[in-house]
């Protein structure tokens, strides 16, 4: 073990000899994300965000053209995604990565980053502890303390004083799960029991039946947005849960807006919160989704890692101008410390101290359009949210 990492260091200290102080004509970004495999999808709103940002803003940056490099992770799987991480900075040669859709793949890559000399820009994964394992870090994405707080009260101003929570089992799971409780509380709650489900569960009836056991008023869920969010709302439909008049409230990725059509009208009057909605009411955004539908291929397969990633390329950009090619993830990093913007889900910003998006936080409920196609509707904004779960480490 020690002598590979050696030989890793070795390759990479070789690598940064001829790069740090070199002017890169092409500059390299390598993008690690989910394009095969049960996740494909995101990994496809990824490249979407990628592309669409590229087609509105141009292939290069004060002279210099930006290659983009893609490598597939299918599943959550950390020593992979190390592997993958290495081969690109020292193989390819990059100077920026990006992506990454699971939190455990993102810890693993931000040990090799000031080796390295490059900085991470998360597309994704939304665990709070990330930003605290590198300075070499910034995030385009949310975070689940970010997007959950706000249902706290919510859920007491609909009515509901007694919640159970259901969560995945993992880092991003287990701060939903926290913040979630903390802001109900607050607000003069109770959450009367917590569930915490293995990452590969894929029947939840006897969860459903363990809600209904427990005598509360709603239900709190978080899963990874993919199959496994599509198939809790479905057993929460069909075991007769909804009908029940047991409410449902959970951040947005139990609704993305590709899974929509398969949900039908089981869906309908699911309220949740999230910092983006396809849906959502803005001249930036209408043009992102022009952009981003040609790229992924269809507007029912848009969901919300595309503008993770387009304001990912943002910020990449903004690095690649302020360090006019050079290599120095630094440099790099600190010039977005503070940057804001008008991105395709509202103002955002990146916060100097955490390195993580500031960004308005939506309330939203899934109703049918005038098309007859259900979709996520913004009832409620509240506006320039940072990451609670930060500010508790």
Same mark, same amino acid.
């Given at each position: 073990m020690k002598a590979s990492k050696r030989i890793l260091g070795a390759a990479i200290g070789a690598v940064l000899m001829g790069t740090v102080s070199a002017y890169a004509d092409t500059i390299k970004v390598g993008i690690i994300g989910p394009f095969s495999g049960p996740f494909a999808l995101q990994g496809k709103n990824f490249q979407a965000g990628v592309e669409a940002y590229m087609a509105l803003n141009g292939k290069s940056v004060k002279g210099h053209d930006i290659e983009v490099i893609y490598r597939d992770l299918p599943a959550a799987n950390p020593a992979q995604s190390r592997a993958l991480a290495q081969e690109l900075v020292v193989k390819e040669k990059v100077q920026y990565l990006g992506g990454v859709y699971f939190t455990p793949d993102? !810890?693993? #890559?931000?040990?090799?980053? *000031?080796?390295?000399?490059?900085?991470?820009?998360?597309?994704?994964?939304?665990?709070?502890?990330? !930003? =605290?394992?590198?300075?070499?870090?910034?995030?385009?994405?949310?975070?689940?303390?970010? $997007?959950?707080?706000?249902?706290? *009260? #919510?859920?007491? &101003?609909?009515?509901?004083?007694?919640? #159970?929570?259901?969560?995945?089992?993992?880092?991003? +799971?287990?701060?939903?799960?926290?913040?979630?409780?903390?802001?109900?509380?607050?607000?003069? +709650?109770?959450?009367?029991?917590? #569930?915490? !489900?293995?990452? =590969? $569960?894929? &029947?939840?009836?006897?969860? !459903?039946?363990?809600?209904?056991?427990? +005598?509360?008023?709603?239900?709190?869920?978080?899963?990874?947005? +993919?199959? $496994? $969010?599509?198939?809790?709302? *479905?057993?929460?439909?069909?075991?007769?849960? *909804?009908q029940a008049g047991i409410k449902f409230f959970a951040p947005g990725d139990l609704t993305q807006e590709s899974d929509l059509p398969a949900l039908g009208d089981g869906a309908l009057g699911l309220l949740t919160t999230f910092h983006y909605a396809v849906s959502h009411d803005s001249p930036e955004n209408k043009k992102f989704v022009e952009a981003a539908t040609k790229a992924v291929g269809g507007a029912d397969q848009l969901s919300f890692p595309s503008v993770g990633a387009y304001d990912g390329m943002h910020v990449i950009y903004k690095m690649i101008e302020a360090t006019d090619g050079k290599q120095d993830a630094q440099k790099a990093v600190d010039a977005v410390k503070g940057l804001s913007w008008t991105s395709p889900r509202g103002p955002v910003s990146i916060d100097a101290e955490t390195r993580h998006i500031t960004e308005n936080i939506y309330l939203r409920e899934v109703v049918k359009g005038p098309d007859g196609k259900t979709t996520n509707k913004e009832i409620q904004t509240f506006p320039n949210q940072k990451d609670p779960g930060l500010a508790t480490q």
């Open positions: 993102a !810890m693993a #890559i931000t040990p090799l980053l *000031k080796q390295a000399n490059t900085p991470l820009v998360i597309f994704n994964a939304a665990t709070s502890a990330i !930003m =605290n394992q590198s300075p070499l870090v910034v995030r385009t994405s949310f975070t689940t303390a970010q $997007t959950t707080s706000p249902l706290g *009260k #919510i859920a007491i &101003d609909r009515g509901v004083k007694k919640v #159970i929570s259901a969560v995945s089992d993992y880092g991003p +799971g287990v701060d939903a799960e926290a913040a979630f409780k903390k802001a109900f509380e607050a607000a003069g +709650g109770q959450v009367v029991e917590a #569930i915490r !489900m293995p990452l =590969n $569960t894929n &029947d939840f009836s006897p969860i !459903m039946q363990r809600v209904r056991d427990s +005598g509360a008023e709603a239900v709190f869920a978080f899963l990874p947005s +993919g199959p $496994t $969010t599509l198939g809790f709302v *479905k057993a929460y439909n069909e075991t007769g849960l *909804k």
